[in-house]
C-alpha cells in the first residue's frame, strides 16, 4: 500500500471550512483513499473514501487530484466536536486488505 | 445505524492472567480484525480474520495471543499470560466485502497490574 504524507497538525475557527491535505504520491491505480479520524481515545471512525472522482457525503466532502497523488478532506463547517487526529490511508480495497495507520493531522477546532 | 460492540469496556488484570476481549461485529459483514493502541501511539495492526481464519498477522501478534469466532457472531481476542506491556486499548473492526469502510468498535481499555 502507497505511503501518505499529512500535516502533523492544523487549525481552524469554528463554523470555517477544514481542508486536510495528504499527500499519496506513489499510490498506485487500484489504491482508494479513505479517511478515518479518532476523537480522543474512542474506536477511529470512517469518514470518506474515493478511487479518483471527488466524493462527498454527509460528514465530508474529498476531493482527488487528477494525477491522484493528492488528495483533501474537506470539513464545510467545523465544529468543536471535529476536533480529532484525521488519518488519511491509501489502500488496494479487495479481500482482507487492513487499515495502517500513521501518525495522521491532529486538528484543533478553536472557537 | 450498526455498530460493533464491544466488551468489556474496560478491564484491568494481573500480570500473567489470560483474558479475553469480545466483540460483535456487524451481522452482514465478512472481515474482522484486530488493532491495539498503546496510550499515545498509533493504532498498529494485530491480526485480519476472514471464513474462519487468521488470514494476516503482524509481528505483535505472538503465540500468546489467539483469536476466533466461536458462534458466528462473536469474534474474541485472547492474551493468554499478559504482560503489563499489553496496556493498551483494544479495537475490533469489521467490513463487508468490496471497497466499503471498516467499522470500529469503541474499545476496550485493558490495564495489565
Known amino acids: 500500500d502507497a505511503k501518505t504524507t499529512q500535516p502533523p497538525s492544523m487549525d481552524c475557527a469554528e463554523g470555517r471550512a477544514a481542508n486536510l491535505p495528504c499527500n499519496h504520491s506513489t499510490i498506485s491505480g487500484n489504491e482508494y483513499v479513505y479517511w478515518y479520524r479518532q476523537i480522543h481515545s474512542q474506536g477511529p471512525q470512517y469518514i470518506i473514501h474515493g478511487l479518483k472522482n471527488n466524493e462527498t457525503n454527509e460528514m465530508a466532502s474529498l476531493i482527488i487530484t487528477e494525477d491522484r497523488k493528492s488528495s483533501t478532506l474537506i470539513l464545510p463547517h467545523a465544529t468543536l466536536r471535529d476536533t480529532a487526529v484525521y488519518y488519511c490511508?491509501?489502500?488496494?480495497?479487495?479481500?482482507?486488505?487492513?487499515?495502517?495507520f500513521g501518525a495522521g493531522t491532529r486538528l484543533a477546532v478553536h472557537p | 445505524e450498526p455498530e460493533v460492540t464491544q466488551t468489556p469496556s474496560h478491564q484491568v488484570t494481573q500480570m500473567g492472567q489470560e483474558v479475553i476481549l469480545r466483540c460483535v461485529p456487524i451481522s452482514n459483514h465478512l472481515y474482522f480484525y484486530w488493532y491495539r493502541q498503546i496510550l499515545g501511539q498509533k493504532v498498529e495492526f494485530l491480526v485480519s480474520f476472514y471464513n474462519n481464519e487468521i488470514s494476516e498477522k503482524s509481528e505483535i501478534f505472538d503465540d500468546q495471543f489467539s483469536v476466533e469466532r466461536p458462534d458466528g457472531s462473536n469474534f474474541t481476542l485472547k492474551i493468554r499470560s499478559t504482560k503489563l506491556e499489553d496496556s493498551a486499548m483494544y479495537f475490533c473492526?469489521?467490513?463487508?466485502?468490496?471497497?466499503?469502510?471498516?467499522?470500529f468498535g469503541s474499545g476496550t481499555r485493558l490495564t495489565v497490574v
Open positions: 473492526a469489521s467490513r463487508i466485502q468490496g471497497p466499503g469502510g471498516y467499522t
Open positions: 490511508i491509501a489502500l488496494f480495497s479487495g479481500g482482507y486488505n487492513k487499515l495502517i
